[in-house]
């Protein structure tokens, strides 16, 4: 078995929380904004001009979020499991990592 610091992956797993809070946040935020006045805010803000661009291509966008969040949940799934075997043993490790992470991901990343 390999001897990885417990510490380093909880961290990693903070690390995945994060970034998919960060695509969730992101894939409702773009969805959810209010074109006129993105088209407004346009001319002031560099932000709101990078903003329509990529909402020129809804589905580009959407796909490339969603790509990158599922990236990140599988990701924290293999670190979950990583954790569980550490702390409960191989036999409960899918079980255990199962439910804690869906949990963690709907409490804190979605």
């Given at each position: 078995?390999?001897?990885?610091?417990?510490?380093?992956?909880?961290?990693?797993?903070?690390?995945?929380?994060i970034?998919?809070?960060?695509?969730?946040?992101?894939?409702?935020g773009?969805?959810?904004?209010?074109?006129?006045?993105?088209?407004?805010?346009?001319?002031?803000?560099?932000?709101?001009?990078?903003?329509?661009?990529?909402?020129?291509?809804?589905?580009?966008?959407?796909?490339?979020?969603?790509?990158?969040?599922?990236?990140?949940?599988?990701?924290?799934?293999?670190?979950?499991?990583?954790?569980?075997?550490?702390?409960?043993?191989?036999?409960?490790?899918?079980?255990?990592?199962?439910?804690?992470?869906?949990?963690?991901?709907?409490?804190?990343s979605?």
């Amino acid at each position: 078995m390999n001897s990885t610091d417990p510490t380093v992956l909880w961290v990693l797993l903070v690390i995945l929380l994060i970034l998919s809070a960060f695509f969730s946040g992101s894939e409702t935020g773009m969805m959810a904004l209010n074109r006129y006045r993105l088209k407004h805010q346009q001319k002031k803000s560099s932000g709101a001009r990078r903003a329509a661009k990529l909402l020129k291509r809804p589905d580009r966008l959407i796909g490339l979020i969603l790509i990158g969040n599922n990236a990140v949940n599988i990701l924290a799934a293999i670190i979950a499991n990583m954790l569980a075997i550490i702390y409960v043993g191989e036999a409960a490790a899918p079980w255990v990592a199962t439910a804690s992470l869906t949990i963690l991901v709907l409490v804190f990343s979605e």
